[in-house]
């Protein structure tokens, strides 16, 4: 993440739909653009058995700024995050029961 530290809110979580929402509210760094950024995601069961992870994400720039390569370093971290845990659980099945 472009942050050296982020500090996010909850903004809902159901636990039986498989999904969250979540506030980024304050991060620093330097070259830090983004004011705020929301990310909504929900994990739905896929026809092989598996499950399908959507991950909606808004952002919010700070006045004066223009979308730049700290949105995309953004999305390039938490795709890596999600595919690291991914094979985490592939590699230890139990982890997770």
């Known amino acids: 993440m472009p942050f050296n530290l982020m500090k996010e809110r909850l903004d809902f979580i159901d636990v039986d739909k498989c999904e969250c929402k979540s506030t980024l509210i304050e991060g620093g760094g330097i070259g830090t ?6 990310s909504h995601i929900k994990v739905e069961l896929a026809a092989n058995g598996g499950s399908v992870m959507k991950v909606e994400s808004t952002y919010k ?31 230890n099945p139990d ?3």
């Open 33 to 38: 653009t983004i004011d705020t950024a929301t």
């Open 61 to 91: 720039l700070l006045p004066g700024v223009e979308v730049n390569d700290e949105i995309t370093m953004a999305k390039d971290s938490v795709t890596a995050i999600f595919k690291a845990v991914e094979a985490y659980l592939i590699a």
């Open 95 to 97: 982890a997770y029961n």
